[in-house]
């Protein structure tokens, strides 16, 4: 008897507190109404109608909005308006303009903004953290479903981190998503980063007057920076920017800022103000504060970057120069503040928080190289986070993989929008929420693996760079060994399997195996490991592998089925990269008449880049898009080649592969020549071929030179290829040595 009496007291106590906390909706009706002031402005209607929206799609119930109440017990209020006496004072003048305030109790629920765009983050915020709902990504949510709702008796008051928040993945683009997530639109900025050949563009001045442009060993170039001790240049950059203002006079932010280039001027008048102000940021915080005297009105900003990211002395920046504040080079398998690599980068952001309290952070938190390789960096992006606020950080941008795919970039677009609002919420609950409810029954195994990845690199964080600029073989010993790429491989297999029968879920898992298949074929190709490899011995031939060869093809198909289109920053396609890599498998199974030869280069290679020497040349492992792996290099200097095939051999094509890759100083050789000998010391030529020096772009390219001539037959060959040794005139690195790589050399 006693049991069934407290029973009925504990029953009757949760009734009381349902009660108390108001049922807006009860099993399908609903006891509330949507009130908006009168007269509101548009941000305060759509959110109201976004309350009626979510609360019939979770209920099936229709809530009405108006600007009367009817004579509902209970209502929901948007605005600010609404609220009375000390409720109304807790949207203080201190806090941000886009703060707002979650407010339940028995006379109603308030959800009111400082502005109007806080009421629409204040309806978000109240789906999602009371009740349930996810914005995933720009066309993917979740929505519980529940006959009955109650109203949460609550008194938060939300104030963001960062006035400016951007993740830069595909959501910022979409209005939905960033509004969801509360992400800062570029609406105010008139120019953005690297503006300098926008404003003064090289093909209108350059010929009339080159004393504009940076002078850099002893010549101007188009191409570089600009000679900034030059008054008539920084008055050009005044008029000018004052052309483009006139066309958006509404814009506040407009950037004057170098080219993504080094190359800053030498002249004795720039070197000068680098002296003045011991450092050559000096001069572009000289530079932004006379054009920012010219615009009172507007905020100039300037980049922090490379070679400009350390303050100056004896100058500072005024009030409306914005600091844009860059981590590219600093390393990401552990926190900034952790990290005595990064300690250089450390100093100087709080140097820059002695000097400003305008600084604009741009961190990076993807893997350019490629997009594709496996980049757990999870463990970093809230102590991040939290140093740039604690340095006076106010505009935050994470540079993600803007519209492109990158490993887990769901997940971290999600994660990153809710540590710049918040960066003290709980990283783990929100990463484990997550994909519990992204993945469905395939979440355990996405979990694993995202695990295992940052359990691997963790372990060796102090030893392992993990860099935006690598690729997976570089991580060859820490979280993408073959013993890890195999596992990855099994939980992706047993993802797939558990959401087998659920295309949306399928399709998810299928969108995040990518980068695990992408590491394991990748890897492959430039390690020579008996768990994972692509060239195996049939009938004591030399074979691509059937299985690698389906895996490689169905990589391709996840691709374009996913929508994945690019791998890295250049654009390189997925059915290229099949290409390319298909390329090099049929080189490596030929049959090479020089293996087992002697070889010895009589120019000097670089020990730069150490690939075994001139065994490089016949290892059977050919190079990819990066001279780090599989490419001897030569600085400056030609390759001549000394080659003893042991015994005297017939043969008529010589093939090989030379690396382009203009922007770090790397060219594709003038000439190539074969000659031949029977003694090993007189030599006469079979042939020569001429390379085409009219590609100027960019892109990074591995290069076939295929050569064919009569058949001949020789013990000792030499092969010459001709260095441009130095960078041309038209390249911003002229008169610097350049390089040439070369991979692999086969003899048929």
């Known amino acids: 008897m006693r049991k069934v009496s407290l029973l009925i007291l504990l029953l009757a106590v949760v009734i009381l507190q349902i009660k108390a906390q108001s049922i807006i909706i009860e099993n399908g009706k609903a006891n509330t109404d949507i009130i908006i002031p009168v007269n509101a402005d548009s941000l305060t209607i759509k959110s109201g109608k976004i309350v009626s929206h979510y609360l019939e799609k979770i209920s099936g119930t229709k809530v009405m909005m108006a600007e009367k109440k009817s004579k509902s017990d209970f209502h929901i209020y948007i605005g600010k308006e609404f609220l009375k006496g000390k409720n109304k004072k807790l949207l203080s003048e201190s806090l941000q303009e886009d703060a707002f305030l979650i407010l339940g109790n028995k006379k109603g629920l308030f959800l009111a903004g400082k502005n109007p765009q806080g009421n629409l983050y204040a309806v978000y915020t109240l789906l999602e953290e009371y009740f349930g709902c996810m914005k995933f990504t720009v066309d993917e949510e979740y929505i519980p479903r529940m006959k009955s709702l109650i109203s949460p008796k609550v008194q938060k008051v939300y104030n963001p981190a960062f006035p400016f928040r951007v993740?830069?993945?595909?959501?910022?683009?979409?209005?939905?998503?960033?509004?969801?997530?509360?992400?800062?639109?570029?609406?105010?900025?008139?120019?953005?980063?690297?503006?300098?050949?926008?404003?003064?563009?090289?093909?209108?001045?350059?010929?009339m007057h080159p004393e504009y442009f940076a002078l850099v060993n002893g010549r101007r170039l188009k191409d570089g920076q600009l000679c900034l001790s030059n008054p008539e240049l920084i008055d050009l950059l005044k008029e000018n920017l004052g052309?483009?203002?006139?066309?958006?006079?509404?814009?506040?932010?407009?950037?004057?800022?170098?080219?993504?280039?080094?190359?800053?001027?030498?002249?004795?008048?720039?070197?000068?103000?680098?002296?003045?102000?011991?450092?050559?940021?000096?001069?572009?915080?000289?530079?932004?504060?006379?054009?920012?005297?010219?615009?009172?009105?507007?905020?100039?900003?300037?980049?922090?970057?490379?070679?400009?990211?350390?303050?100056?002395?004896?100058?500072?920046?005024?009030d409306n120069v914005n600091i844009m504040f860059c981590s590219i080079e600093c390393n990401r398998s552990m926190p900034l503040a952790e990290d005595t690599r990064s300690a250089g980068f450390v100093k100087d952001m709080k140097d820059w928080n002695k000097l400003t309290d305008n600084i604009f952070a741009w961190d990076y938190v993807v893997q350019f190289k490629n997009y594709l390789t496996p980049f757990p960096n999870f463990h970093v992006l809230q102590p991040n986070i939290r140093f740039f606020r604690d340095n006076g950080v106010n505009m935050m941008f994470q540079q993600g993989s803007g519209g492109s795919w990158s490993d887990l970039s769901d997940v971290k677009q999600y994660l990153i929008a809710k540590l710049l609002w918040n960066p003290d919420l709980n990283n783990d609950s929100i990463i484990n929420h997550f994909i519990e409810k992204y993945y469905d029954k395939a979440a355990p195994f996405?979990?694993?693996?995202?695990?295992?990845?940052?359990?691997?690199?963790?372990?060796?964080?102090?030893?392992?760079?993990?860099?935006?600029?690598?690729?997976?073989?570089?991580?060859?010993?820490?979280?993408?060994?073959?013993?890890?790429?195999?596992?990855?491989?099994?939980?992706?297999?047993?993802a797939e399997v558990a959401v087998s029968t659920d295309s949306i879920f399928l399709m998810r898992v299928l969108r995040t195996r990518i980068p695990a298949d992408f590491a394991y074929l990748d890897i492959a190709q430039n390690?020579?490991?008996?768990?994972?490899?692509?060239?195996?011995?049939?009938?004591?031939?030399?074979?691509?592998?059937?299985?690698?060869?389906?895996?490689?093809?169905?990589?391709?198909?996840?691709?374009?089925?996913?929508?994945?289109?690019?791998?890295?920053?250049?654009?390189?396609?997925?059915?290229?990269?099949?290409?390319?890599?298909?390329?090099?498998?049929k080189w490596q199974i030929k049959n090479n008449k020089l293996k087992d030869s002697k070889i010895k280069s009589l120019t000097n290679y670089s020990p730069k880049y150490p690939v075994g020497g001139e065994s490089a040349i016949n290892d059977r492992l050919l190079g990819g898009l990066d001279f780090h792996f599989n490419w001897l290099g030569y600085e400056g200097k030609d390759m001549i080649l000394d080659i003893d095939l042991v015994e005297e051999k017939k043969f008529s094509l010589l093939q090989m592969n030379f690396l382009k890759a203009v922007n770090s100083w790397v060219?594709?050789?003038?000439?190539?020549?074969?000659?031949?000998?029977?003694?090993?010391?007189?030599?006469?030529?079979?042939?020569?071929?001429t390379c085409d020096k009219t590609d100027h772009s960019y892109l990074v390219k591995s290069i076939p030179f295929i050569i064919e001539f009569e058949q001949v037959e020789s013990r000792y060959l030499k092969i010459t290829a001709t260095s441009k040794k130095t960078c041309p005139d038209w390249h911003r690195g002229f008169g610097k040595p350049s390089w040439i790589f070369v991979d692999e050399i086969i003899l048929e």
Request: aromatic fraction near 14%; hydrophobic fraction near 30%.
């Open 527 to 585: 390690r020579d490991n008996e768990k994972i490899r692509w060239i195996r011995k049939q009938d004591g031939k030399n074979e691509i592998d059937k299985k690698m060869l389906a895996k490689l093809n169905r990589f391709v198909e996840l691709c374009e089925l996913t929508g994945v289109e690019q791998i890295n920053e250049r654009n390189l396609k997925p059915e290229d990269y099949r290409d390319f890599t298909i390329r090099k498998l």
């Open 667 to 689: 060219f594709l050789p003038t000439k190539i020549k074969l000659e031949i000998s029977n003694d090993g010391k007189n030599y006469i030529e079979i042939c020569s071929i």
């Open 167 to 207: 993740p830069h993945f595909e959501g910022r683009w979409n209005k939905d998503f960033s509004e969801w997530h509360k992400i800062s639109s570029f609406d105010d900025w008139g120019m953005f980063v690297h503006t300098f050949q926008k404003l003064i563009p090289p093909e209108k001045y350059f010929d």
């Open 243 to 318: 052309k483009e203002i006139a066309k958006n006079p509404e814009k506040t932010y407009w950037s004057v800022s170098q080219n993504d280039c080094y190359n800053y001027c030498e002249c004795e008048d720039c070197q000068a103000l680098y002296e003045k102000y011991k450092n050559i940021s000096g001069a572009y915080v000289l530079m932004s504060n006379e054009i920012a005297k010219a615009y009172p009105d507007k905020q100039i900003s300037t980049l922090a970057y490379q070679f400009t990211r350390s303050t100056p002395e004896n100058i500072k920046p005024l």
């Open 446 to 494: 996405i979990k694993e693996y995202y695990d295992l990845s940052h359990q691997s690199l963790i372990e060796k964080q102090k030893e392992q760079n993990l860099d935006i600029y690598g690729f997976p073989v570089f991580y060859y010993n820490t979280h993408l060994t073959p013993e890890l790429l195999i596992r990855y491989q099994e939980l992706m297999d047993e």
